[in-house]
Each structure stands twice: as C-alpha cells, then as structure tokens.
C-alpha cells in the first residue's frame, strides 16, 4: 500500500524515469502554458482598467489598493514567465529549465490567490478565489504531486493561520466553515493532480514505448531486408536483389542514358573448394569482392551463383567500363586469381535482359 502511494505521488525510485518523461511532455505543454499565460495576462488587465473605472479610481481605499497591486503583480510575474520561457525556449536542452520557470511561478501563483483570498475577506467574499486557484493549479501543474501536495498543504496552512487576522466585516464567525472548505479543496486538488500528473505520464510513457518498440521493428526488419537481398559472404547482392534490380529498371528507365553489364565468372573456384577447402574458396571470393568494389559501386554488383557474378553499370562510358574491366582483371591476376569476363554496352534499345544476355554469350565466347 505504502509503495502503490509513494509511486503515485512521484516519490523514489518507482518513477526513476520520469525526469526523461518530463522533458519528453515539453513540446506538448509548452503551447498550453503559453496560452494560460496569455489568458491571465489580458485577464488582470481587465481588472486592472474596471478598478481603474471605478469611483474614486484604485486607490481610493487600502483594500482596493491591494486588489490593484497584486493584479499588477501577476501581470508583471506572468510577463516575466513569458519572456523568460520564450528566451530559454531558443536553447538546446532547455527543457528542465523551462520547467523550473513554470514550478515557481506556480508557487508564485499559489501565494497570490492566498492574497487576494485575505483581502476578499475583508468585504465578505469567501473563499472563491482560493478555490479557483487550487483548482487551476491542480491542473496545470507539472510538479511531481508529492510536491504539489506539499504546496497546497502549505498554502491550506497559512490560510487557516492568517484568516483570524482578516476579520468578516460583518463580525461573523466563518473559521469552521472556512477550515472545512479549504481542507476539503485543497485534499481535492491534490487528488485531482496525482490523477492527471499519473495519467499524463503513462500517456507518454506509453507513448515512448510505442515509439522504441515502433524503432525496434523497423531497424529488424531493415535487417531482414538486407539478409533478403544480400549474400552473406560478400555483402553483395543475390540472385533476389538481382532479380529485383531487372524488375524495377523495367519499370522505370527513365534518367538511364546508357546501360553496360559485365558478367563474371571466377576460375578455378571448385577445384580451390575441393583441394584446399571451402574457407579457401571463401577467402578467394570475399578478395575478388573487395577488388570489384574498388572499381564500382556494391550496389551494382551482383553475385548471382557460386561463382557467377553480374555488373549492371548506367550512364557510365563504354571506354571507362572497358578501362574498369580491365583493371579489376588485373587486380585480380596480382591477387592469384583469375576471371573469365563478358562484357555489354549499349546507349539505345535499353533493353536490361538482352543486354544481360549478350554480356553472358559475350562471356562464354572469351
């Protein structure tokens, strides 16, 4: 029971990420408390023009002088907020101090509804303006509600020891009525915080976790893709991705100028696997690999068998694809390797499968 309550009112370790949480809700509220802000703003100088109207203007008597400086203060103290948030706000990783901004001014504006409360009690005017306050903080505030309880126990306090000091003028006895009320909204407010505090955390925390395992899928799923369409051995394209390469150049050839293909065929492979083994031939592979990826680009290169590999090469010069062939043979020769090659090029009739084919008949009669 002791953990169930400490967890909701934000103490210890059961919200330990709640910090990250936070900081995460910021996009989300700064936009409201803007618009509160505003509110309040254009509010207070309602009130501060309609006392300014009335006869005698506003400081006619103590109380209304009173009424008149504290608007003035929460114009003042919210245009400050305002200014302050906005001028961090530019920052990167401004987020916590945005948020203390918004703590104190939410004590701040705590205090001045405990101050108007006083002077209302003057004229006979209840608790209406304390009710109202409790009942705005207990939704807007971001505090943890361990805090926020502690502040509106605090304020619940104070009330109840000043009120004697604030006398009803018509010499009626309300501290009974007064205790009760205010202890009844303040235990409200509080319950009413932890609830919507509780509920906007798990909201993003739910979110959050939505979002890591949303991440999680796709970065797998990128994974399979690429097991899909790659060759284990050479990280190279398979016969799959090959196959899908013909597929969508059929689709759309448009931008594709010219169209070469270079058929490969490495010799000697099966006697290397047989004599020596197949990490031989493993090596061998993944050597000549590394040479064609020199020389093109590995997402134009294809292994398509065990020793058969495909280049597809668009808008490159016949001169510079025969210049490229014959430095990868070269290479290759220096590494003790050699290949059978077939090459085809054409700058009109792009068709891919014939000139594929013409690069393997190409091959075949080297």
């Not at 505030?141 to 304020?155: I, N, V, Y």
């Not at 090959?242 to 010219?258: L, M």
Request: aromatic share 12%; proline share 2%.
């Amino acid at each position: 029971m002791w953990d169930r309550l400490k967890r909701v009112l934000g103490i210890g370790s059961g919200t330990r990420d709640s910090d990250e949480i936070i900081d995460s809700l910021y996009g989300s509220v700064v936009n409201r408390n803007l618009y509160f802000h505003l509110f309040i703003i254009i509010y207070e100088l309602i009130m501060l023009f309609s006392i300014s109207l009335r006869p005698g203007g506003p400081f006619v008597k103590p109380r209304r002088t009173a009424y008149f400086l504290l608007y003035l203060a929460l114009i003042l103290a919210t245009a400050c907020v305002v200014a302050g948030q906005a001028w961090i706000g530019r920052k990167k990783g401004s987020h916590r101090c945005y948020f203390r901004i918004e703590y104190g001014y939410m004590v701040f504006f705590s205090f001045w509804g405990l101050a108007i409360t006083l002077n209302d009690q003057l004229g006979g005017n209840g608790l209406t303006v304390y009710n109202y306050v409790m009942l705005i903080m207990a939704i807007m505030s971001m505090m943890k509600p361990w805090k926020t309880a502690l502040l509106f126990l605090g304020d619940f306090l104070l009330l109840n020891l000043l009120l004697p000091y604030f006398p009803d003028p018509g010499g009626l006895d309300h501290a009974y009525n007064n205790l009760m009320n205010s202890l009844f909204l303040s235990l409200a407010a509080i319950v009413i915080n932890a609830s919507l505090y509780n509920s906007r955390i798990q909201a993003k925390r739910d979110e959050m976790t939505i979002n890591r395992q949303y991440r999680q899928i796709e970065a797998a799923n990128q994974m399979l893709s690429q097991e899909a369409l790659s060759e284990a051995l050479t990280n190279l394209g398979n016969r799959n991705r090959f196959e899908k390469t013909i597929q969508a150049f059929e689709f759309d050839k448009q931008g594709c100028g010219t169209l070469g293909c270079i058929y490969i065929d490495v010799n000697g492979l099966h006697e290397i696997n047989n004599h020596l083994g197949h990490q031989a031939g493993a090596r061998m592979l993944k050597t000549i690999s590394d040479i064609f990826q020199e020389y093109f680009d590995s997402q134009d290169i294809f292994r398509i068998g065990g020793d058969e590999f495909v280049i597809l090469c668009k808008n490159v010069g016949r001169g510079d694809l025969e210049h490229r062939t014959e430095q990868v043979r070269r290479r290759t020769e220096e590494a003790g390797f050699f290949l059978s090659t077939g090459l085809e090029w054409r700058e009109s009739a792009l068709d891919i499968e014939d000139v594929i084919q013409k690069g393997r008949e190409s091959h075949a009669g080297e």
